[in-house]
């Protein structure tokens, strides 16, 4: 089956500094990728969502100068929260999907950043 | 534009127990239907999809939703809990005109007590 690999799984890092967080599609083209937050007991929040060779649309009220996504290839996509503040802390997940046929989506394992 | 309600943030069921988490959508269209079920600090797992095929699917680990075109709703079941099954439960929806974004329910966390 899809199969998405995140990485790293925990992140600590100081405060003001930027932290790259990965997403891999292993055995699948991924059209899109998608990055999500997720807060304690909470569900998932859509960041943006990132198309292979063009720039990730990202929702509203997520600034989009901190948190930085590339989608170079299509099986790699990043994020890297710059500058990062405590109030970053928090489960960061992504998803990949093939796109056209509706292949469904696949989501990573998750990235806990801890920013101290 | 799509939403989608879990009726229930909190289910406690008793191990053998019928499990029902309960979804209900809004969409213009009629969408894609998800649901996925998260551990403590992983991803999330499909459990099994709605895309218009047949309105009872089946998914893994013997949950079953069932699509109510009238009712807006695609509820969840398992008919006898288990121990593993305690986790967080998600409800989404995509809509190909919302260039297949997932929106998720608020989630319902599965208590299984023995």
């Known amino acids: 089956g899809a199969v998405v690999s995140q990485h790293p799984s925990r992140v600590i890092c100081k405060s003001g500094t930027s932290v790259k967080i990965e997403c891999r599609s292993l055995d699948f083209q991924a059209t899109t990728m998608f990055w999500y937050r997720q807060f304690p007991k909470q569900s998932l929040m859509l960041m943006a969502t990132?198309?292979?060779?063009?720039?990730?649309?990202?929702e509203q009220g997520v600034e989009k100068d901190k948190f930085l996504i590339n989608h170079a290839s299509l099986t790699l996509s990043t994020l890297t929260v710059t500058s990062a503040h405590p109030e970053d802390s928090s489960f960061y997940i992504c998803s990949a999907t093939p796109g056209a046929g509706f292949g469904g989506y696949t989501f990573g394992s998750g990235t806990r950043l801890t920013v101290v | 534009a799509q939403s989608v309600t879990q009726l229930g943030s909190h289910v406690s069921v008793s191990e053998g127990a019928l499990v029902l988490l309960r979804c209900n959508y809004s969409s213009s269209v009629p969408p894609y239907l998800f649901w996925y079920v998260q551990y403590p600090n992983q991803g999330l797992q499909l459990l099994l999809k709605y895309t218009s095929a047949a309105t009872l699917v089946k998914g893994i680990n013997g949950f079953e939703a069932e699509f109510k075109k009238s009712e807006t709703s695609f509820h969840l079941t398992k008919p006898s809990a288990h121990m593993s099954d305690a986790a967080e439960y998600f409800c989404a929806v995509s809509e190909p005109a919302a260039g297949n974004k997932l929106t998720f329910g608020g989630g319902t966390r599965v208590l299984v007590k023995p």
């Open positions: 990132s198309n292979e060779g063009s720039k990730a649309t990202y």
